[in-house]
């Protein structure tokens, strides 16, 4: 048996030394103290030779949470608590351009990767329970949209549901998980071309997106002229906006194809951080460049306005508007045929133009075209366009300071704040834009709201209650 030359027992000794200090030990690893080649490149000038460079962009949950006085982690999580319902109340109260009618497409991997068990107890479960929660939120936010379903599985694309406003329809084939078993690979070509030819009808003053949750780390586009990229090109031009979510990894054609259509691309790195980056597709997208029509129409009307001061009549042009028609409401009475599903169904909506029964709204009626909604459908899309303007936080100063004083209650729930002279000095600083005092006030209206309060009424309200008052 030849001998190995390169063996040497006291470096093979020293090298299982470093190996048991490095995994077995407590503390920072010693290869870095040794001058090796890890050591090289994660200690530099300013960091901490001990840590690798990668390490360095973690923080240890922890050292992060640390006993009070007592011994009880209780403050710490509310904490952590207050800070993650702050970061979710501290949105974007700057009016922007967007879209109150959207139509989205889902575009679902159903390959086998979403089998594998790094989310509990699979991803298809993960996925499947984030979405029946994500469809009811999206529609309560939007309700003059609609969605649509894809699956890609065994190279294919299939579409699941087809675009529509009724949420209980999605949720229904949602939880039927026999037409949903993973299989094979999917295709993300098939995919982008079978949701485009789903939104080549729809009319340009809608917002056209789609969403993508990705669990492969590869696709399996089918050979031929038509590739991926003339697809993504495609998209681009229709002004199809993606959004993508990996589960695995960060993928370049995924990447690509997000930053091309003005979309958002993620990585979950756990369940919460997945449903976070699903929860911030709800709102709808800000329009960065507004139409040229709708430019030339406000110039020409506010022309036509100071002509017609003047004694001179100015003419406006055709504006950008968008023709909708409010249903007559059946009652509950004998089963009549619906022009929608041609099924006999009881009560339902008739159409003001043609008069054809259709079982909800908002939707597109099936005979004339017309998109049918309700008057409260909306007012509610109107939300995102008027947002209420985020809360002040308050410290202890400015509540000593105020006229309140110390005793007040909250305006929403009635609930008693904190009394001030109770909070230590220690704790009395607005850390990520939690109040220590509890309270969060209005700009105009002044009055003071706990932090539950404040994130319902910037979630879900939609209104201040002392400004409505």
Excluded at 190 to 216: D, Q, R, V
């Amino acid at each position: 048996m030849p001998l190995d030359l390169n063996y040497a027992p006291g470096a093979a000794d020293e090298a299982d030394d470093d190996f048991i200090d490095d995994d077995d030990l407590p503390g920072p690893s010693s290869r870095g103290k040794k001058g090796g080649a890890s050591g090289g490149k994660g200690g530099g000038k300013g960091k901490d030779p001990g840590r690798h460079a990668w390490e360095a962009e973690y923080k240890k949950s922890w050292d992060i949470v640390q006993e009070d006085e007592k011994g009880s982690l209780e403050s710490a999580v509310e904490s952590l608590l207050a800070r993650g319902r702050r970061k979710r109340a501290l949105m974007a109260d700057t009016p922007l351009r967007r879209s109150i009618i959207r139509h989205m497409f889902i575009i679902l991997d159903l390959s086998d990767s979403m089998m594998d068990k790094d989310y509990r107890p699979t991803r298809f479960e993960v996925i499947l329970g984030y979405l029946r929660t994500y469809v009811v939120e999206w529609f309560d936010q939007n309700p003059l949209g609609q969605i649509g379903i894809i699956i890609m599985r065994d190279r294919l694309s299939e579409v699941l549901v087809p675009m529509g406003g009724n949420p209980q329809e999605i949720l229904s084939v949602l939880s039927d998980k026999r037409k949903l078993e993973p299989s094979g690979e999917p295709s993300l070509q098939n995919g982008l071309m079978m949701a485009k030819g789903g939104m080549s009808h729809l009319p340009t003053t809608s917002s056209l997106e789609t969403l993508i949750i990705f669990s492969s780390i590869s696709t399996a586009d089918p050979d031929g002229p038509v590739t991926i990229h003339n697809v993504l090109q495609e998209m681009v031009d229709s002004k199809i906006r993606t959004n993508i979510l990996s589960l695995s990894g960060e993928i370049k054609i995924c990447k690509q194809i997000s930053e091309r259509t003005n979309g958002k691309f993620g990585v979950a790195l756990d369940q919460d951080h997945l449903k976070d980056l699903m929860w911030d597709t709800i709102p709808p997208p800000a329009t960065t460049i507004a139409p040229p029509i709708t430019v030339g129409v406000r110039n020409a009307l506010a022309g036509a306005g100071a002509g017609q001061r003047g004694g001179a009549v100015g003419k406006a042009p055709a504006g950008d508007l968008m023709v909708m028609g409010f249903p007559i409401q059946l009652p509950l009475g004998g089963e009549t045929l619906c022009a929608c599903h041609g099924l006999l169904k009881k009560g339902g909506y008739l159409c003001p133009r043609c008069g054809s029964k259709l079982c909800d709204v908002p939707t597109d009626c099936e005979v004339c075209g017309l998109m049918v909604v309700s008057s409260p459908h909306l007012a509610r899309s109107f939300w995102f366009l008027f947002p209420v303007a985020n809360y002040r936080v308050l410290a202890i100063e400015d509540v000593m300071d105020s006229i309140n004083g110390n005793g007040d209650t909250c305006f929403g729930c009635d609930v008693e704040f904190p009394d001030v002279s109770t909070i230590e000095e220690g704790v009395a600083q607005v850390e990520d834009g939690v109040s220590p005092t509890g309270r969060y006030r209005c700009a105009k209206c002044r009055n003071d709201f706990c932090a539950d309060c404040d994130l319902y009424i910037h979630d879900t309200l939609h209104t201040c209650p002392g400004c409505s008052q």
